[in-house]
């Protein structure tokens, strides 16, 4: 069997093109040589989600779009965290091999105590211990499965290190029971900017979502920011929003023809937005009819993800097995 590339995404927001760049398509392509696994991380999205109608809603539009982006259910094991009844269990076993140190040092933390101190509250207020938790939930959800590589954006590299710690004091304890993971780590997650210029981010509210109704996408596209230098202004392209994200979209010559327009004079942002869209809605034209069908057949997302369980669940249980025995909880 090929070695397992695992990842797992929080169904907390619409599916946007800077997860796309940084994220599902490494992840897809790693499906040449890996078997991939990828789930549907809703364990993870219950630390911050209070709305239980929109949790089940985005968990569809994640699944609809992983499927729609070109994830074959039949070869990719496909599938909901919470379907795994073994991922609580195995949360716990971790949890008595992980430093509580570790935990308050991993960044969503400590960011939400850095935030409570300067505001002078109590350094944990308001904080779920869900979230305290959340790198070992992680580790469960990688461990499990006997994970070769984790494609994961920048942002969670923290997490894959921890799990490896994770795992490394277990064997230290154990011998060599769970297998040490490696991350890949996906660099240019970070150069996908916003319309607003910064990390492209749900959390900004600067996302372009790629399965929003046309009208909706190219509004967002034209509420890219940019100076306010006129046509015939000649511009540095490389310090431009609008350009770096026509870079992902247009093809090298006509990327190449936009460069010289902006470095001497000619370059239209209002015409340079258009084009932008045009190209976006055209490279998710599949993409997007392909989610519309899925997001109107729950059923079928309800299927696929189970069976895919199913498959998760089998490759689990001698990881949980192996790990019970080698603790006396058995
Ligand atoms: N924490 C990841 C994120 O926020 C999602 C995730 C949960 C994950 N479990 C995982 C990613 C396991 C990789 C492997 O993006």
């Not at 009844?85 to 076993?93: G, K, N």
Request: glycine share 6%; charged share 30%.
């Amino acid at each position: 069997m090929k070695p397992i590339a695992l990842t797992g995404i929080k169904p907390t927001g619409r599916p946007h093109i800077g997860n796309y760049l940084g994220m599902y398509r490494p992840a897809l392509d790693l499906m040449k040589n890996y078997q991939g696994m990828y789930f549907v991380a809703d364990y993870h999205a219950l630390t911050t989600m209070r709305d239980p109608e929109a949790l089940r809603e985005l968990v569809y539009e994640v699944a609809a779009s992983w499927i729609a982006l070109g994830l074959d259910p039949d070869e990719a094991i496909f599938f909901r965290q919470s379907d795994i009844p073994e991922i609580p269990e195995f949360t716990w076993i971790l949890s008595c091999f992980t430093s509580k140190g570790l935990l308050n040092r991993a960044h969503a933390y400590k960011d939400a105590v850095d935030a409570n101190l300067e505001t002078g509250r109590d350094p944990d207020e308001g904080i779920n211990a869900g979230l305290f938790y959340y790198p070992v939930l992680m580790a469960a959800d990688i461990l499990l499965y006997g994970s070769d590589v984790v494609p994961v954006g920048l942002d969670q590299k923290q997490h894959i290190e921890i799990t490896r710690d994770i795992a490394e004091a277990f064997n230290r304890t154990y011998g060599e029971v769970l297998k040490v993971p490696e991350g890949v780590i996906q660099e240019s997650v970070m150069k996908v900017p916003g319309i607003d210029g910064r990390k492209m981010s749900k959390s900004y509210d600067n996302t372009i979502p790629i399965f929003a109704p046309e009208k909706q996408l190219r509004k967002r596209v034209m509420r890219i920011v940019t100076d306010s230098k006129r046509p015939e202004d000649p511009k540095d392209p490389e310090e431009d929003n609008l350009f770096a994200l026509l870079r992902f979209f247009v093809k090298p010559e006509r990327l190449e023809e936009i460069r010289d327009l902006y470095l001497h004079g000619g370059a239209a942002y209002g015409t340079l937005k258009k084009e932008l869209a045009d190209s976006i809605l055209d490279h998710f034209a599949d993409a997007r009819t392909r989610f519309n069908e899925l997001i109107n057949d729950k059923a079928y997302l309800d299927k696929v993800l189970l069976e895919g369980a199913a498959r998760a669940r089998s490759m689990g249980k001698p990881y949980l097995a192996a790990a019970r025995k080698a603790t006396g909880i058995d």
